[in-house]
């Protein structure tokens, strides 16, 4: 048996624990926000108690659960579509018909809250307001793009668009990690600061982003559709 032999076979199992952590960090990440989201739903099913914090949720209940239900389909199913043995297979484009339209919802309700629920001052901060709608308008934009460019065969814009799009929705996960140490070490942060530190979380993961985008080869299905270079002139 010859080195090239055995060099492949750790390869590749390389290759499938590599892909199977990136789905299953993403899942962990994405359990912040999903656990608390249940949480929110069971406080709202047990009716009670109603605090300044909350009253709005008790007020009008129907977009905070649009948006905990959308963002956790969006992110849990969205997890398993960066698994490289799923995208493979036809289960990949089946999610996808439920991960895009969860991530509209999410992205939707996220909006409409920003817009018409009272903010209460410990949850935002100047300027968060116009960086919420922003993002999920781009967020949404992202996700319509995608759905165009996997249409017509251009799976790089689609993969592209639908991870940035995954890495705003993912934004309450990382959230958790710049409030934390912050938190711990100095206190709740003022309104500035808490402004900053929910930018950070977005920022986080759209740098990550942009950075798996720029460094991912091109897939087998958009090298197809590239046109071939044009062959050299014989020579005389």
Request: overall charge positive; cysteine-free.
């Given at each position: 048996m010859t080195s090239h032999s055995l060099a492949a076979p750790r390869a590749t199992v390389r290759g499938t624990w590599r892909g199977r952590l990136v789905p299953a960090g993403l899942i962990a990440l994405s359990l912040v926000p999903v656990i608390a989201g249940a949480a929110r739903v069971s406080q709202l099913a047990g009716g009670g108690p109603v605090t300044a914090a909350n009253a709005r949720f008790f007020d009008s209940p129907v977009p905070v659960i649009v948006h905990i239900v959308g963002s956790s389909v969006f992110l849990l199913l969205g997890a398993l579509q960066f698994a490289p043995e799923l995208r493979r297979?036809?289960?990949?484009?089946?999610?996808?018909?439920?991960?895009?339209?969860?991530?509209?919802l999410s992205a939707g309700s996220a909006a409409w809250?920003?817009?018409?629920?009272?903010?209460?001052?410990e949850v935002t901060g100047p300027g968060l307001s116009p960086l919420r709608l922003v993002l999920a308008a781009v967020m949404a934009g992202g996700i319509v793009v995608a759905f165009a460019a996997i249409r017509r065969g251009d799976v790089r814009t689609h993969r592209a668009w639908m991870m940035r799009a995954y890495a705003i929705g993912l934004g309450a996960g990382t959230q958790v990690l710049t409030f934390l140490p912050w938190t711990l070490l100095v206190g709740a942060p003022s309104p500035v600061g808490h402004t900053l530190l929910m930018a950070a979380g977005w920022a986080i993961n759209l740098t990550v982003a942009e950075i798996v985008i720029r460094r991912s080869p091109t897939p087998r299905a958009a090298r197809s559709a590239l046109p071939s270079a044009p062959s050299a002139p014989p020579l005389s």
């Amino acid at each position: 048996m010859t080195s090239h032999s055995l060099a492949a076979p750790r390869a590749t199992v390389r290759g499938t624990w590599r892909g199977r952590l990136v789905p299953a960090g993403l899942i962990a990440l994405s359990l912040v926000p999903v656990i608390a989201g249940a949480a929110r739903v069971s406080q709202l099913a047990g009716g009670g108690p109603v605090t300044a914090a909350n009253a709005r949720f008790f007020d009008s209940p129907v977009p905070v659960i649009v948006h905990i239900v959308g963002s956790s389909v969006f992110l849990l199913l969205g997890a398993l579509q960066f698994a490289p043995e799923l995208r493979r297979r036809t289960w990949h484009r089946r999610a996808g018909r439920l991960v895009a339209p969860a991530g509209l919802l999410s992205a939707g309700s996220a909006a409409w809250m920003t817009l018409f629920y009272p903010l209460p001052p410990e949850v935002t901060g100047p300027g968060l307001s116009p960086l919420r709608l922003v993002l999920a308008a781009v967020m949404a934009g992202g996700i319509v793009v995608a759905f165009a460019a996997i249409r017509r065969g251009d799976v790089r814009t689609h993969r592209a668009w639908m991870m940035r799009a995954y890495a705003i929705g993912l934004g309450a996960g990382t959230q958790v990690l710049t409030f934390l140490p912050w938190t711990l070490l100095v206190g709740a942060p003022s309104p500035v600061g808490h402004t900053l530190l929910m930018a950070a979380g977005w920022a986080i993961n759209l740098t990550v982003a942009e950075i798996v985008i720029r460094r991912s080869p091109t897939p087998r299905a958009a090298r197809s559709a590239l046109p071939s270079a044009p062959s050299a002139p014989p020579l005389s």
